[in-house]
T-cell receptor
Framework: GAVVSQHPSRVICKSGTSVKIECRSLDFQATTMFWYRQFPKKSLMLMATSNEGSKATYEQGVEKDKFLINHASLTLSTLTVTSAHPEDSSFYIC?????????????FGPGTRLTVL | DAKTTQPPSMDCAEGRAANLPCNHSTISGNEYVYWYRQIHSQGPQYIIHGLKNNETNEMASLIITEDRKSSTLILPHATLRDTAVYYCIVRANTGNQFYFGTGTSLTVIP
C-alpha cells in the first residue's frame, strides 16, 4: 500500500508555544489529507479535511484558529497547534487519499505524540 | 458520526479464528463496510472492505448479512501480532471522511 509519514513522531513542548506536525505522502500525490486526534484509550476523532490548494474544512467543535492546517503541495500537509495547552496533549494522526488509488482507501500515518507541559 | 456498534473487547486463543461482529443497522444502500485495525500507538491499518458480497483477502474475510445490517470480520488463524483495536466503519463509496467508532479491542492469548 501507499506510504504516509509523519514528523516528528514525538514532541514535547511548553504551554503557550506552537507546534508544527508534518504529514507526507511518500509515493503518491495526495489531493486530500485528513487530520485526526486520539486521546488515550479513545477512538480517533476527525478534526479536519485538507484539500491541496484550498482551505481546510473543520469538523464541528474544532477551532480552526487553534489548529492551523496548510496543504500547500500534493505531498505535504501540516498541522500547527497554536498556543498549546496541556489539554492539547494527544496522539495526532493524518491520513491521505489520492486519485488513481482505490477511491475508498485511505492510508494512515504512524501518528505524532504531542505532550504539552 | 459513527454509525456502527461493536463489542468493546474480545479475547481469542492463538491459532484459533477470531470473529469480530459489527452492527450497522442504519447502513444506506450506497455505503460500504470497512475494517481497519490499530496496533497500540500506531496509525490505523486497512484490512478489508465490502458492499454486500462476502470478501476475502490475505489478511481476513468479511461476511456481510443479506440485509446488510451487520457484518463479521474473521481472522482465520489469529496470532499474537493480531492484538489490536479493530474498527468497523461504514461510508459511501463517493464519501471522503472516515468516522471511527469505539472499536473492539482484540487480545490474542498464547
Amino acid at each position: 500500500g501507499a506510504v504516509v509519514s509523519q514528523h516528528p513522531s514525538r514532541v514535547i513542548c511548553k504551554s503557550g508555544t506552537s507546534v508544527k506536525i508534518e504529514c507526507r505522502s511518500l509515493d503518491f500525490q495526495a489531493t486530500t489529507m485528513f487530520w485526526y486526534r486520539q486521546f488515550p484509550k479513545k477512538s480517533l476523532m476527525l478534526m479536519a479535511t485538507s484539500n491541496e490548494g484550498s482551505k481546510a474544512t473543520y469538523e464541528q467543535g474544532v477551532e480552526k484558529d487553534k489548529f492551523l492546517i496548510n496543504h500547500a503541495s500534493l505531498t505535504l500537509s501540516t498541522l500547527t497547534v497554536t498556543s498549546a495547552h496541556p489539554e492539547d496533549s494527544s496522539f495526532y494522526i493524518c491520513s491521505a487519499r489520492a486519485p488513481g488509488l482505490q477511491v475508498n482507501e485511505q492510508f494512515f500515518g504512524p501518528g505524532t505524540r504531542l505532550t504539552v507541559l | 458520526d459513527a454509525k456502527t456498534t461493536q463489542p468493546p473487547s474480545m479475547d481469542c486463543a492463538e491459532g484459533r479464528a477470531a470473529n469480530l461482529p459489527c452492527n450497522h443497522s442504519t447502513i444506506s444502500g450506497n455505503e460500504y463496510v470497512y475494517w481497519y485495525r490499530q496496533i497500540h500507538s500506531q496509525g490505523p491499518q486497512y484490512i478489508i472492505h465490502g458492499l454486500k458480497n462476502n470478501e476475502t483477502n490475505e489478511m481476513a474475510s468479511l461476511i456481510i448479512t443479506e440485509d446488510r445490517k451487520s457484518s463479521t470480520l474473521i481472522l482465520p488463524h489469529a496470532t499474537l501480532r493480531d492484538t489490536a483495536v479493530y474498527y468497523c466503519i461504514v461510508r459511501a463509496n463517493t464519501g471522503n471522511q472516515f468516522y471511527f467508532g469505539t472499536g473492539t479491542s482484540l487480545t490474542v492469548i498464547p
